[in-house]
């Protein structure tokens, strides 16, 4: 045959530069290859600790994220009203003093009147850090209305939680659990997990009311009724403590379920005895004798009870007995609820004893534990668990939480081989974090880290009249164990001046006007509304994003920052760590590629506007800078002698890790390693890590702790306990009256199950959720030329039952409502749904004139947010409070528990999603109709 | 018309997994960029940020429900590119002879020199497998990266196609069907691979691997519920058995 000759080894490209990809929150490792100087391919990192040279769509359309026509190109100074987008170009001199300009004063007078709140901020231990030495107290990222009650509900239970905190151990697993996870966190790890189980042939259950991404490949899939997950994991345990199939050797050695609990009347009522230094009271069963739990050779009893002047205080075991063998959680008295047959809840019960106990196995690695035992194996119980969203976004979500550890825990699989692991710098007790600081002085630092883990009410970050010291009202009464802020809170807050006013608003990456909001159409309102003498009611807005985002048009200053490509950045282990099960790791991002725009790394420019205003921490003894720049900071900056915000390459020769001293060249040795570092913790150490003492000994090594902190699993949770006591009467610091029932109720300190508050919600009844697609979670890009047309549009997925009954077809328009407000927007049918579940894509809905689409993009025309229908605050009961849509224990702002009603209705006569609204201008023109987007020649 | 070689010395092709995708879209988006920037034209966009974007792929992935008879509907990721037929339509139907079967590995082509755009090719696939560029006017269809698996530029491990190199499921595999040793071979045999419409008669090389059966957990109620017998029915019977085998641990 004649055929063509081709070159089959065309020169792939001049040269790969490696760094860590920012299309969302997952940190993979990328090689990008460059032609000619420009960004010509982008694929994974075969040597990355996370992504092992896989990379998702997002990943792989980065090219089309830096040159996307969105990018903002200068500093803008408004001109035109707010919410308008009429701005004008400015230099960086220009802006920083004008930023400078608002700031000054208000360092002088009243540091809390800036509220610093940074969204997708991958730089939070730098963010944090700039926000302490300014000295407001306001400062937080977007954890509040994304995921806290995960990340809490984790650390306050095991010291450590999903994603960032753990992963499965997907080389052992048999059985993965897959809980309300949509499509994300963590996004290729999951899937590379999945994978992996699947290729042997091990079972996937989800449990999602939507049987999509994850669950379209679970083996079984479970269709809860949304905010329900919480009483089907409590019937399991009842199913699984009654049949007795739970770890006892597991939950007497490493958990406080023998721990006593105090049962005299008065102030220390349930809480533990504790001996005279504090440490919690235990039974040994080898001599019956009260002993702290962790001294060494202690068999710590789960069933003795130990009498004292005539009372018998119990250990915690016995509640959880007491509590969970009630009838209440039999699988026949909640299947209705949650919409699982009661056979199902406990066939899955089976599976999980039987994969659990039957499959149990053994490694044959010795270790020693806290207490000096000795031990010659490591027990496999190859269940293993995930979570994230789904779970989190209910306000009922921390409990739920709490109660998907306890079960993990009471079958004795978490940091075992087989089960779930931490990643370092986790396990961490809750002890072992910081608790949140609150006292602002003029011209001062705040006095500690904003956020933090509170351990009873002597922590809430409170005024002296006992009035919230936040304007998010993070640790107060209202919400007590919200460790990572409230930021859907701040500008309904600032807006009505509860409980203060503040002067400036600066936010990074966070689009507050439109998807990352509830009540989107309310906050527009709230950033514009001007007071009675014609100024603005929240006076100076700074907003710092790469893009054209719907947020752009209300602040007053646009501080331009870079693509991801184009910037420094460390993944740093004093932040949100990348690390596996097996191993410490951070990394960096450097500019592959200069920006050719006027635009500078927001962290930089932080940098400079410290320099300006001459920050303590950012300032020498002699008043001059410490640093120049963030690529300045990673490498010189010491959070503790010998601990920076890069563990790799320390020391004067780049061999320390962990722990040593500054090394000016550790930025090139980061690029020459592929532009990450891996520690790896030693063999024998990486398993039950919270007791191991060789893990213990390499964290303290690695400067993770500065001694060893072992630490027992709370089942049962003292904090907790002690806002309840508060409630109860006790203790100086007292719960406003309106406060006390819903304290004592919902701050149980073993998990619960309750309805969240359904006042209002009269005649809603269909549960509606959102999820991102797996092509654009936690990403900042809807206008990716390349993804788009993936998803560029979001209908309203309808389940065949609720369509039969009104009537629906694909391609109908329906009117749905919720006590908030009313959208009009395009349906269609899904069958692998749950039956009274409605839900749609988040974040695909655009505002016309943002993101340089053309007005006429389907984002802008047909697609639609949710949002609009769920309030960041309850419907008002009369008493005059406002009463935040957010977990009464964490403040996680509670998306997931928004109800509606559908009806069919009228195409709109524009044939456009409703509510529609004006156009912006947009600063950055419109995009290119056309793109063959070729960099080689 | 083209002629198709009698065969050809090895039948490369893809063997893609519908138990594990997980219709994350990974495969498309790193289709579309190595393909981009590589053999022939780019794959261009129009309307990139307008109302109707459209834009060339050579690997799509669509989602389908199907709703069993009884129990839960499911979804199904169906990725989906060229199959690299042993009986290929769209070379035969080529009046330039652009489109062509390679002989070395069976490899289906478009010689873009050569193509005048009719289309005629695309019309006769039966998987819709090939997309006509809108900017450069000549067809395009996935190559395997046959400017990857054999390119001495890359690293040996990366010499696959783009979209199994970067599948984070592991759903997408590479090799020669045509030898019955090759890993992807065994693949087939062990999960019972098929052949998409093979009533077409167009013999594709690439293969499905069926999603395994799902919700089947209840039907093991029997072999399960006896772990979960009741070792007490009340709290003080409980602890009283959990006295005794504390006892025995």
């Not at chain 1, 047309?789 to 694909?810: A, C, F, I, S, W």
């Not at chain 1, 769920?870 to 928004?898: C, M, V, Y």
């Not at chain 2, 080529?94 to 873009?112: M, Q």
């Amino acid at each position: 045959m004649n055929q063509p000759i081709i070159n089959t080894s065309p020169k792939v490209s001049d040269e790969v530069r490696k760094t860590t990809c920012y299309m969302c929150a997952c940190r993979c490792g990328i090689n990008v290859h460059m032609k000619d100087g420009k960004v010509a391919y982008i694929e994974g990192n075969r040597d990355h600790p996370v992504n092992k040279g896989v990379l998702c769509a997002k990943g792989s359309a980065g090219i089309m994220q830096v040159n996307a026509p969105s990018r903002l190109r200068a500093p803008l100074k408004r001109v035109g009203p707010r919410g308008s987008g009429e701005f004008e170009e400015i230099s960086w001199d220009e802006a920083l003093e004008i930023a400078v300009g608002w700031l000054k004063p208000i360092r002088e007078d009243n540091p809390e009147k800036l509220a610093f709140f940074t969204g997708r901020d991958q730089s939070q231990s730098f963010t944090s850090f700039w926000a302490q030495n300014f000295g407001t107290c306001n400062y937080a990222a977007h954890g509040g209305f994304c995921s806290v009650n995960m990340a809490a509900g984790g650390i306050y239970t095991m010291g450590g939680a999903f994603w960032e905190f753990g992963q499965p151990d997907w080389d052992h697993t048999k059985l993965f659990m897959l809980f309300g996870v949509a499509e994300d966190h963590d996004s290729n790890p999951i899937k590379m997990g999945i994978g992996k189980i699947k290729a042997r042939g091990a079972r996937v259950i989800g449990v999602n009311p939507i049987r999509s991404g994850y669950n379209a490949v679970a083996d079984d899939w479970v269709g809860i009724t949304p905010g329900t997950d919480g009483l089907f994991i409590l019937s399991m345990i009842h199913v699984l403590m009654k049949a007795g199939k739970i770890d006892l050797d597991y939950l007497s050695r490493y958990t406080n379920a023998p721990v006593l609990i105090d049962a005299s009347e008065g102030p220390t009522k349930g809480l533990f005895l504790r001996d005279a230094d504090g440490k919690p009271l235990v039974i040994d069963r080898n001599t019956g004798e009260l002993t702290a739990f962790d001294k060494p050779g202690v068999r710590p009893d789960l069933s003795a009870t130990y009498e004292k002047d005539g009372v018998t205080h119990r250990p915690v075991f016995h509640l959880m007995a007491e509590r969970y063998l009630s009838d209440e959680y039999a699988p026949e008295k909640v299947a209705q609820q949650c919409g699982i047959p009661a056979k199902r809840i406990r066939a899955i019960a089976g599976e999980l004893a039987r994969v659990a106990f039957d499959e149990a196995f053994e490694l044959d690695q010795e270790w020693t534990d806290f207490r000096g035992e000795k031990h010659t194996k490591m027990i496999g119980r190859p269940v293993a668990m995930h979570s994230m969203r789904g779970v989190s976004a209910h306000a009922n979500g921390f409990q739920t939480c709490r109660a998907l550890h306890v079960l993990q825990i009471l079958l004795g699989t978490v940091e075992v081989p087989g089960g779930f692991r931490f990643k370092p710098p986790y396990p961490k007790p809750v002890e072992a974090h910081p608790t949140p600081h609150c006292k602002v002085t003029p011209n001062s630092p705040l006095d500690g880290p904003h956020l933090g883990f509170v351990q009873g009410p002597e922590h809430l970050a409170l005024k002296e009249d006992g009035s919230p010291a936040r304007i998010d009202k993070a640790f107060t009464w209202e919400n007590p164990m919200s460790s990572h802020g409230l930021m859907h809170m701040v500008i309904s807050n600032a807006h009505a001046g509860d409980p203060y006013k503040i002067d400036t608003l600066f936010m990074y990456m966070a689009n507050m006007s439109w998807n990352s909001t509830m009540n989107t159409k309310g906050v527009m309102e709230m950033l514009t509304d001007k007071d009675e003498n014609g100024d603005y009611v929240i006076p100076h807005i700074i907003y710092s994003d790469a893009y054209s985002s719907e947020m752009v048009a209300y602040a007053d200053l646009i501080l331009p920052d870079t693509t991801y490509l184009e910037r420094h950045d460390c993944i740093s282990l004093l932040d949100r760590p990348i690390c596996e099960a097996e191993a410490a790791a951070d990394a960096i991002r450097w500019p592959v590629i200069e920006p050719d725009r006027d635009v500078r790394g927001f962290q930089s420019v932080l940098i400079d506007l410290a320099n300006r205003l001459e920050l303590p921490g950012f300032t020498k003894e002699d008043g001059s800078a410490k640093w120049v720049d963030y690529a300045d900071y990673i490498v010189n900056h010491e959070r503790k002698p010998g601990i920076g915000p890069l563990a790799g390459f320390r020391g004067e020769n780049g061999d320390k890790e962990g722990r040593g001293e500054v090394n000016p060249d550790q930025l090139n040795r980061y690029i020459e390693n592929g532009g990450f570092y891996v520690a790896h913790i030693p063999e024998g150490a990486d398993y039950y890590k919270p007791w191991n003492t060789a893990y213990q000994d390499w964290a303290v090594g690695m400067g993770i702790y500065d001694s060893p902190q072992p630490y027992l699993f709370q089942l049962y949770s003292e904090p907790m306990r002690k806002f309840q006591l508060a409630a109860e009467g006790h203790g100086e610091r007292q719960p406003p009256e309106h406060l006390r029932e819903r304290i004592k109720e919902t701050l149980d300190p073993m998990p619960i199950w309750y309805e969240t508050d359904q006042h209002g919600n009269e005649g809603f009844t269909v549960n509606a959720l959102t999820q991102r697609p797996m092509a654009m979670y936690h990403s900042w890009g809807t206008q990716n030329a390349w993804l788009r047309q993936l998803h560029g549009r979001n209908p309203l997925y309808v389940p065949t039952k609720l369509m039969r009954e009104h009537g629906l077809q694909d391609g109908d328009w329906a009117k749905v409502t919720s006590p908030h407000g009313e959208i009009t927007v395009p349906v269609m049918e899904m069958a692998a749904l749950n039956e009274n579940t409605v839900w749609t894509w988040n974040a695909i809905g655009k505002r016309k004139g943002a993101w340089a689409l053309q007005e006429d993009a389907p984002e802008a025309t047909k697609g639609f947010l949710l949002n609009h229908l769920i309030h960041e605050l309850l419907p008002p009961k009369g008493d005059g409070l406002r009463w935040a849509n957010s977990d009464p224990i964490t403040g996680q702002a509670a998306w997931f528990d928004l109800k509606v009603k559908i009806e069919k209705a009228a195409a709109p006569s524009d044939s456009e999603s409703q509510p529609e609204f004006a156009p912006i201008k947009s600063p950055v023109g419109k995009g290119p109709k056309d793109l063959a987007w070729k960099v080689g020649k | 018309m083209t002629q198709l070689p009698q065969s050809t010395e090895r039948k490369m092709g893809l063997v893609i997994d519908l138990d594990t995708c997980v219709g994350c879209h990974a495969c498309v988006i790193s289709c579309k960029g190595w393909n981009t920037e590589n053999y022939g034209a780019p794959l261009s966009d129009q309307d990139a940020y307008g109302a109707n974007p459209s834009g060339t792929f050579l690997n799509r992935v669509h989602s389908y429900e199907v709703q069993p008879a009884e129990g839960h509907a499911q979804l199904i990721h169906f990725p989906k590119s060229c199959l690299h037929c042993e009986d290929a339509p769209c070379v035969t139907v080529c009046p330039t002879g652009a489109s062509y079967k390679r002989v070395e590995d069976g490899i289906v082509l478009v010689n873009e020199s050569d193509c005048i755009g009719c289309g005629l090719c695309a019309w006769s696939c039966p998987y819709g497998a090939r997309e006509l560029d809108q900017a450069e006017g000549v067809m395009k269809k996935c190559t395997l990266c046959v400017d990857r698996i054999y390119n001495e530029n890359l690293p040996e491990v990366d010499r696959v196609p783009s979209c199994v190199r970067t599948c984070p499921a592991g759903a997408r595999h590479f090799g020669d069907l045509g030898d019955p040793d090759s890993d992807v071979s065994k693949l087939v045999a062990d999960r019972g691979g098929m052949d998409l419409m093979p009533e077409m008669g167009t013999k594709p090389v690439n293969k499905y691997l069926p999603p395994r059966p799902k919700d089947n957990v209840e039907e093991q109620i029997d072999i399960l519920a006896p772990l979960l017998a009741p070792v007490a029915e009340e709290p003080k019977g409980f602890l009283g058995w959990l006295d005794k085998t504390l006892e025995k641990l």
